[in-house]
């Protein structure tokens, strides 16, 4: 069955970086366009960033263009995200999945345990 491992999150000051990595298993990403998505407490899981099955094609939400990118090693069944200039309200769980076709909704109800991004000012 299909599993996703993220990491690489943490505490860190507002203007600094961090570099999310999430493992996936069970499934090959190749095939899947995938996504990065975050949950702060009290609010709705949100979509970050998406990028295609060939990585030719990156999409992210307004907050964060400019600051965040998002990038796949299909040969590793890996996808990152690599966050720079980070906000206060960038403070999340985030969280990666496989994505349904071209849209930006998760293909599988299978959530991973996430990764704390936490900023402080």
């Known amino acids: 069955q299909v599993q996703l491992v993220e990491s690489g999150g943490g505490l860190v000051q507002a203007g600094g970086s961090l570099r999310l990595s999430c493992a996936a298993s069970?499934?090959?990403?190749?095939?899947?366009?995938m996504g990065w998505f975050r949950q702060a407490p009290g609010k709705e899981r949100e979509f970050v960033a998406d990028?295609?099955?060939?990585?030719?094609?990156?999409n992210y939400t307004d907050s964060v263009k400019g600051r965040f990118t998002i990038s796949r090693d299909n040969a590793k069944n890996t996808v990152y995200l690599q966050m720079n200039s980070l906000k206060l309200e960038d403070t999340a769980v985030y969280y990666c999945?496989?994505?349904?076709?071209?849209?930006?909704?998760?293909?599988?109800?299978?959530w991973g345990q996430g990764t704390q991004v936490t900023v402080s000012s």
């Open positions: 999945n496989y994505l349904r076709g071209s849209t930006v909704q998760a293909r599988f109800d299978y």
């Open positions: 069970g499934r090959t990403i190749s095939s899947y366009n």
């Open positions: 990028i295609s099955w060939t990585g030719a094609r990156t």
